[in-house]
């Protein structure tokens, strides 16, 4: 039994330390990327029976990021629901709903991300804004 050693030590010690930062490298780096990496958003829109199309543009300090448009033949349907991948921040919806004549009018809604749930924006009988 007299010639064991121990694995207790200097390099022990250095490897330990190391393996501390690294872990806590680690843990910074995915705090900040979960910070500004994009995620689903669920968004509906609530619309009166007339609107027969709706356009978004979602914009970031003016630019716009993404945009969907849906068309509702017939009317069918008041909610219209879907899911958009965003980075975290603050949004502008430029929303136009567009009428079976082809006649659209504006609206815009603020969405903060992440939102909690379904953000959900009211746009039945909204003033209206011709464009």
Do not use: C
């Amino acid at each position: 039994m007299s010639g064991t050693t121990t694995n207790i030590g200097p390099s022990s010690t250095k490897r330990r330390i190391a393996t501390l930062i690294a872990i806590i490298g680690l843990l910074v780096v995915g705090n900040h990327l979960a910070g500004i990496w994009p995620r689903d958003v669920e968004v509906a829109y609530t619309v009166d029976a007339e609107v027969t199309g709706i356009a978004v543009d979602y914009l970031q300090k003016g630019d716009a990021v993404t945009s969907v448009r849906f068309t509702r033949p017939d009317g069918n349907g008041t909610l219209l629901r879907h899911t958009v991948r965003l980075q975290p921040g603050e949004y502008v919806a430029r929303i136009i709903l567009y009428s079976s004549d082809g006649s659209g009018v504006e609206h815009e809604r603020r969405l903060r991300v992440p939102a909690a749930g379904l953000s959900r924006f009211d746009l039945k009988e909204a003033p209206k804004r011709s464009q």
